[in-house]
C-alpha cells in the first residue's frame, strides 16, 4: 500500500517566512512572526495536517464569547486585574465583531478534548490582549493564555459548554428556515386543494387524493420535525462550565461559573444555566447526541418530501408529470433544454450528509470514557455542520423550489381517470371478487373502469357517476 508522506509542519508553518520563538512545557518552537497563536497552536498545525478544514466559526464564536463572560466575572470578583480582564475583553469583543478570523487554524480531526483549538483561542485572546496593553504580539506577555484568559477553566469544561452555547445560537436559522418551508408547504396545500389525483402507494396506483392533502402531509411533516428540533434545547441550555478538569471544579469560584453563563446567557438571549450534575456534563454528550438525532429524523422527513417533489415532478412528457417545478439552471451537457430537479437534488444530499454527521456523533459518544469524552471535536464540527448545511438547504430548497411549484392539472385528471384503483369505491356495492375482474379487464384492455361499468351495464349511469366520483373519494366521511 502507497503510504501518503506526511508533512513535517502544518500547511501554515509551511509557508512562512519571518519566524518567533515561542516556548510551551515541551521546549521551544519557532512561530510566524505575524501569527496571534503560540506553541501550542503551533504543534497543532505540525501534528494535524488531516482533513484542511478550520474550526466551524460558529465554535470560535462561543469559545470566545466564554472567554470574555469568563474575564468579567473575575474582574467583579475582584479575581482578575481589572486591566488584564478589560484587555481581554476588548480583545474578545474585536474578535466577535469578525476581527482575526484567520487566527483560528486548528484541524477539527485533533485531540479527542478540544485542547487544541482551545489553546489556539486562549493564545490569539492573550496576543491581541498583550498588543492592547502596549506589549508585544505573542501569548508569552504580560498577558497569559493559561493564568489569564483561562484562568478558573478546563478545556474538559470549556470544549462541550462552547458546542452547546455554538449549537444553540447555530438553531435559530435553521428553526427560521424549517418555519418558512412549512409555511410555504401550507400554502401549495389550500392552493391544490380542489386538484385530485391519483394516490401510490408502493409506486403502484392507489385511490384518489387530492394534491392539498399530499402537500398538506409534507407540511405537517416539516411542523413536526420544528417541535423535535425545539424539545432538545432545554438540554442543550446546560453548560459543563465550573467542573474544570474532572467534575469537581478544582481551582475555580463555587460562583465563577453562575456568574460566567449568566453573562452568556444575557449576551445570547438564550437560556443557558449550568449543569445539574458535572460529572454527567462531562463525561456524556448525550445533549449533543440527541439533537443530532432530531437534525437526524427531519433529514430522513426532508429527504422523503425532496425526493417525492422530484418523482411528482419527473417528465415532462414521460414520467408522472402531476406538478411543475421551477427551472433553474440546464440540466445537460449534452441534451438540449433538459432541466433537472436540482433543489431536491441538493437537499437529498445535505440530508444524506446529515445522516452520516449522526452515525459519526452517535458512535463518538460511546468513548466517553470515565470523566471525558475524547471524541468532542469531530462532535462539535458534525453537529455545526449539520445545524448549518440543514438551514441553508431548507431555506434555498424553499426559495428556489417550493414557493414555484405549480399543479399540473390537465394531467392529474388524465391519470385519475384512467386509474384501475377506481374500482375500489365499487366495492361495497359489487364486492371485491368483480371489482376485481373489471380491473384486470381494463388493464388488459386499455379501457377504463368507468368505460366497462357501462358497458356491461353493471349499474347505472348516474350511480356510476356517483360511485366513480373522484372527488367523493377524497372525503370518505362526507355524508352520503
Known sequence: MRRVARPERGPYMAVMTKTRTERDSLGAIEVPAEAYWGAQTARALANFPISGLRPHPALVQATVLLKKAAALAHAERGDLDRRIADAIVTACDEILGGALRDQFVVDPYQAGAGTSHHMNVNEVVASRANELLGGPRTPGGEVHPNDHVNKAQSTN??????????????????????????????????????????????????????????????????????????????????????????????????????????????????????????????????????????????????????????????????????????????????????????????????????????????????????????????????LLQSIEILANGVATFTERCVRGIEANRERCEALIEGSLAMVTSLVPRLGYDTAAEIAKEAYATGRTVRQLILERGLLSEEETARLLDPRRMTEPGRAE
Open 157 to 382: 469544561d470549556v470544549f462541550p459548554s462552547a458546542m452547546r452555547i455554538a449549537a444553540l445560537e447555530q438553531a435559530q436559522p435553521l428553526l427560521t428556515a424549517m418555519d418558512g418551508l412549512a409555511d410555504s408547504l401550507e400554502e401549495k396545500a389550500r392552493a391544490f386543494h380542489d386538484v385530485i389525483k391519483s394516490g401510490r402507494t408502493h409506486l403502484q396506483d392507489a385511490t384518489p387524493i387530492r394534491l392539498g392533502q399530499e402537500f398538506s402531509g409534507y407540511a405537517s411533516m416539516v411542523d413536526h420535525g420544528l417541535r423535535r428540533l425545539q424539545s432538545v434545547r432545554a438540554h442543550l441550555a446546560e453548560l459543563a462550565l465550573g467542573g474544570t478538569a474532572v467534575g469537581t471544579g478544582i481551582n475555580t469560584h463555587p460562583e465563577f461559573a453562575r456568574r460566567t453563563i449568566a453573562r452568556i446567557a444575557e449576551a445570547t438571549g438564550l437560556p443557558f444555566r449550568e449543569a445539574e450534575n458535572h460529572f454527567e456534563a462531562q463525561g456524556s454528550r448525550d445533549a449533543v447526541v440527541e439533537a443530532s438525532g432530531q437534525l437526524r429524523t427531519v433529514a430522513t422527513s426532508l429527504m422523503k418530501i425532496a425526493n417525492d417533489i422530484r418523482w411528482l415532478g419527473s417528465g415532462p412528457r414521460c414520467g408522472i408529470g402531476e406538478i411543475l417545478i421551477p427551472p433553474t439552471q440546464p440540466g445537460s451537457s449534452i441534451m438540449p433544454g433538459k432541466v433537472n430537479p436540482v433543489m431536491s437534488e441538493m437537499l437529498m444530499m445535505v440530508c444524506a450528509q446529515v445522516i452520516g454527521n449522526d452515525t459519526a456523533i452517535a458512535v463518538s459518544n460511546t468513548h466517553g470514557n470515565f470523566e471525558l469524552n475524547v471524541m468532542m471535536p469531530v462532535m462539535a464540527h458534525n
